[in-house]
Nanobody, 121 residues
Framework: QVQLVESGGGLVQAGGSLRLSCVVS????????MGWSRQAPGKEREFVAT???????YYTDSVKGRFTISRDNAVDMVYLQMNNLKPEDTAVYYC???????????????WGRGTQVTVSS
C-alpha cells in the first residue's frame, strides 16, 4: 500500500516562502508522476504542479514563476518550493501519485492527508 505524508505547511506573510515535502512509501516511486494539488475553502481542488519520472513539469498559470516542484527518487521525496506567496495561495496542499505518465486528476491513485498553508496579508 502506497502512503504519502506531507509536511512543511504553516502560516506565512505575503511575499514569504515555504517548502512543502512529501515522503512516499510502500511501492516503487521512481516511475510515478507526482503532483501537488490544493483546495481552498469553498473552492474545488486543483493541481498546481506535477512532475514526471524524467522531470517534465507542469504548473498552473497562477503559480508559474513562483512555485517549483522537484523530486529526489533516491529518497522517495517530492518537494514544492513556494516563493512570493500570496493570500490567494491559502489552501490545504495535497501530495498525490500516479502510475500514468500524463494523468488526469482521477488517475492519481494515492493521496496524502494534506498540509495547511495560510498566507496572511
Amino acid at each position: 500500500q502506497v502512503q504519502l505524508v506531507e509536511s512543511g505547511g504553516g502560516l506565512v506573510q505575503a511575499g514569504g516562502s515555504l517548502r512543502l515535502s512529501c515522503v512516499v512509501s510502500g511501492r516503487t516511486f521512481s516511475r510515478y508522476t507526482m503532483g501537488w494539488s490544493r483546495q481552498a475553502p469553498g473552492k474545488e481542488r486543483e493541481f498546481v504542479a506535477t512532475i514526471t519520472w524524467n522531470d517534465s513539469t507542469y504548473y498552473t498559470d497562477s503559480v508559474k514563476g513562483r512555485f517549483t516542484i522537484s523530486r529526489d527518487n533516491a529518497v522517495d521525496m517530492v518537494y514544492l518550493q513556494m516563493n512570493n506567496l500570496k493570500p490567494e495561495d491559502t489552501a490545504v496542499y495535497y501530495c498525490a501519485a500516479s502510475s500514468k505518465f500524463t494523468p488526469s486528476m482521477r488517475d492519481y491513485n494515492y493521496w496524502g492527508r494534506g498540509t495547511q498553508v495560510t498566507v496572511s496579508s
